[in-house]
Structure formats: C-alpha cells, structure tokens
C-alpha cells in the first residue's frame, strides 16, 4: 500500500466524489436539454453546430 488514510477521512472523500459526480451528471442532463430547447423551441442551429453535418 503506497499510503494509508484514516476511515473518516476515506468517508469524506467518497462524500465528495460523490457529490461531484451528481454534480457532473445534471450538468450533462442540462446541457443536453439546452441543446433540445435550442433545437425545438428558439429554432436556431445550436443543435446543428453540436452535432455537425449528419449525413
């Protein structure tokens, strides 16, 4: 074993990953739905842009 750390310490820090996973999650779940209002409802070329050229 390279270090060891405390088991509250090793809680804290699964605390943290995983709010900073939840975190990152709902900002790709927001992210994409922008992309979809753009598409959808403002009908602009946002959507386009992201995704290229589909052949």
Known sequence: MLFSI???TA???K???EA???V???LV???VAAAI???RF???DTLTRLTGPLR
């Open 37 to 39: 209002w753009h598409h």
């Open 42 to 44: 403002v009908k602009d």
């Open 29 to 31: 779940i927001l992210h």
């Open 15 to 17: 605390e943290v990953h």
């Open 6 to 8: 405390s088991r509250a």
């Open 20 to 22: 900073l996973g939840n």
């Open 24 to 26: 990152l999650l709902w």
């Open 11 to 13: 809680h804290d820090l």
